[in-house]
């Protein structure tokens, strides 16, 4: 039982993330591609940071699964939502930290996490893209240009384009009449602008939890400085960001599982 | 083309449906006897109605609210429009039909989901055709602006009863005014006369009916707490059809001896109680039986409805009936949210009663039609949070599944679940 790994099992709808914890050190981490196949590719992901840890995929292992479709998972020892798994993996890795914006792919939630590091409240963001890193995605190739140029370009705004925060499709469209019009608008102030959406749209979610410091940004759109920067403008005070933001929840979710190797198993 | 056999249908089908249920095992056998009750009152109430129509019977339609217990007094047959449509949503599945005629005339999805929906079923004669149309700001504002509408669809006479928001003996007076207007004019469309020692009578038993809600209110603060999570919806089903009523008591006093021999017993709702919940407003009509599960799954219970079933003050009069048919609406525990400011004294019950029932969390059905309810949230929320109470809130509909899918419903009281479990 003490040699037991604990993992943490992350399935986002466009990445897998996998966290292999080592005592209270993170022995490897991985990111995959999520395939149509949920159970495949979350295969694929904790085989791949085995392989880095240099472990083997056997019954030593006491892996914590969260996510979209973390049911489906038939290797997990047990499923925790998502919410929990960040407010674990945050406090694992930024213990100041008692406010945490997740944006995800498909969705954004903000977290309050209490001073043992436990979840005491959230807001979630899911009825709409326009606050999700597939909408920044989208953005980005409708302004030909990649997510890091974005965030580069961002910086150098005069001003920021009124862009809609309510919906994906009207922002789009919205993005278009501006590059189309005569003159154009800026490219930079177009992007200021939707980063300015996401960010003002999230921050009403921030409020509702209530906002206390330390704040985090957390999730894959935290690696777009430009949208962080956004953020430490909207708050007044600067934020954290996690060397690697993408896995949090997958830090949370192993933590969760190293600690229920130390419970032992149920009685 | 709707002929009136298929409008019999529908009601019947209701019917028939509630027998169906009366007959089958219900999940908790502590329960039996108030469980069968309940379907047959339910059943009772649509055979009349049935019968109503064949025989060309005086029918009222009336919104939510609305004091039906001077209709019963003058014989009238009463039509309950909101929990009609919720029944047909619930036991027939019949909610998409209905909801896209209401949305034929115009009636946006933002619109409360039961108004749409009655709105709907009157146009498609779905429902029996009342001799009048009766509705009122009695608690809830959308049915102010629901009735013309029905009055139109129907093509029948109708009167607003005008409730005032604050509570005086000017605006109970006002009210009383109000009430005997109303009287009058169903006394002149229906030929019928009131009989006021019916009334007297019917007012003499609300009051027992409040204070035998408080007595099964009081059984479920017991720990492990006997009352099923779907148990609420019976309550305001008995309170809605039946005020007043002889049956009514019946119901209510077999389901509190059940209550009362389960907490003897130390029996609860579920196996192993792990999770009190404070429920505000009303979950999806069309989610029960799903919600219940989960409930049970995760050992959580409903223990207290503030604003709904949580009565306060009784002490109705029966030698002063028509004010005391006017005081019972400022009585009800659905006048703390849906109607006029929401006051200190209702932040302070609701505070109050977390920690009489001892509540793990609250869940807010944050019903997207009933915006001056949800306008509240926040105060809650925040007001719950001083006393260490989380409140979950998730946005629904009562009838419409359109608006939020059950599994996205699922997951978000999980993490509930989980964020209690973590505390």
């Not at chain 1, 933001?245 to 419970?263: D, F, L, N, R, T």
């Not at chain 2, 009334?199 to 009081?218: G, P, T, Y």
């Not at chain 2, 979950?392 to 699922?410: A, F, G, H, M, Y």
Request: proline share 5%; net charge negative; charged share 25%.
């Amino acid at each position: 039982m003490g040699n037991k790994k604990a993992v943490g099992l992350d399935i986002g709808s466009q990445t897998t993330k996998v966290v292999v914890l080592d005592g209270n050190n993170i022995l490897a981490s991985s990111i995959v591609l999520s395939g149509d196949d949920t159970e495949s590719s979350a295969k694929a992901a904790v085989e791949k940071a085995l392989k880095e840890a240099k472990l083997e995929f056997d019954d030593n292992l006491y892996i914590t699964a969260t996510g979209i479709g973390a049911k489906s998972i038939s290797f997990s020892q047990q499923q925790k939502g998502i919410t929990t798994c960040l407010a674990r993996g945050v406090h694992y890795l930024l213990p100041s930290v008692q406010l945490a914006i997740d944006i995800g792919a498909e969705s954004s939630t903000v977290i309050k996490v209490n001073e043992r590091g436990r979840l005491s409240d959230y807001a979630t963001h899911d009825k709409c893209a326009s606050g999700t890193g597939i909408f920044l995605q989208q953005m980005a190739k409708l302004m030909q240009m990649s997510p890091e140029d974005m965030s580069q370009h961002s910086f150098t705004a005069k001003r920021r384009a009124d862009i809609t925060n309510t919906c994906a499709v009207f922002a789009e469209s919205e993005v278009i009449s501006h590059v189309h019009r005569v003159p154009p608008t800026p490219k930079e102030e177009i992007i200021a602008g939707l980063f300015y959406g996401v960010v003002s749209r999230i921050m009403t979610l921030c409020k509702r939890v209530g906002i206390k410091k330390d704040v985090a940004v957390v999730g894959g759109v935290a690696l777009s400085k430009g949208l962080v920067h956004i953020f430490e403008e909207e708050f007044g005070f600067g934020v954290l960001v996690p060397e690697t933001p993408q896995i949090v929840a997958a830090v949370g979710a192993a933590v969760i599982s190293k600690e229920s190797i130390e419970k032992g198993p149920a009685v | 083309m709707i002929t009136s056999e298929d409008r019999r249908t529908k009601i019947s089908s209701i019917v028939r449906a509630c027998r169906l249920i009366s007959k089958m095992n219900p999940p908790r056998p502590e329960l039996q006897k108030s469980e069968a009750l309940y379907y047959e009152l339910l059943a009772s109430y649509y055979k009349r109605l049935l019968q109503a129509q064949e025989k060309g019977d005086f029918i009222a339609a009336h919104t939510v609210f609305f004091p039906s217990e001077v209709l019963y007094a003058m014989g009238i047959v009463p039509m309950h429009t909101e929990t009609t449509t919720w029944t047909m949503a619930l036991f027939l599945g019949d909610q998409a039909e209905i909801l896209s005629a209401g949305a034929e005339l115009g009636l946006v999805p933002e619109i409360c989901s039961p108004h749409r929906g009655l709105a709907g079923a009157f146009y498609l004669k779905s429902l029996p055709r009342p001799n009048v149309m009766l509705w009122s700001n009695l608690v809830c504002d959308n049915t102010a602006k629901s009735g013309e509408l029905l009055m139109e669809l129907n093509d029948c006479p109708g009167f607003f009863l005008d409730r005032p928001f604050q509570r005086s003996k000017d605006e109970i007076d006002y009210l009383v005014g109000e009430i005997k207007q109303m009287i009058n004019f169903l006394e002149k469309q229906s030929g019928k006369k009131m009989d006021w020692d019916k009334l007297s009578e019917f007012v003499a038993r609300m009051d027992e009916h409040i204070k035998l809600m408080q007595e099964i209110n009081e059984l479920r603060k017991a720990v492990p707490s006997p009352f099923p999570f779907q148990g609420y919806l019976k309550l305001l089903t008995i309170d809605y059809l039946f005020p007043g009523q002889p049956e009514a008591t019946e119901y209510l006093k077999t389901l509190r001896d059940e209550l009362a021999d389960m907490v003897k017993n130390g029996k609860g709702a579920v196996a192993d109680e792990r999770f009190r919940i404070m429920t505000l407003f009303v979950p999806p009509m069309y989610l029960t039986g799903f919600l219940e599960k989960i409930f049970q799954e995760y050992g959580a219970v409903s223990v207290v409805e503030p604003l709904f079933t949580l009565w306060m003050e009784s002490g109705l009069d029966p030698s002063n009936p028509l004010e005391s048919v006017a005081k019972k609406s400022f009585l009800i525990p659905e006048s703390r949210g849906m109607y006029g400011p929401l006051k200190q004294q209702s932040l302070d019950e609701i505070v109050q009663s977390a920690k009489d029932y001892k509540v793990d969390g609250a869940m807010y059905w944050a019903f997207i039609g009933c915006r001056h309810t949800c306008a509240t949230i926040k105060l809650v929320k925040d007001t719950l949070n001083e006393v260490d109470v989380p409140m979950l809130t998730v946005d629904c509909d009562l009838v419409d599944p359109t608006i939020n899918p059950k599994e996205e419903i699922r997951e978000k009281i999980e993490r509930f679940f989980e964020l209690l479990e973590e505390r």
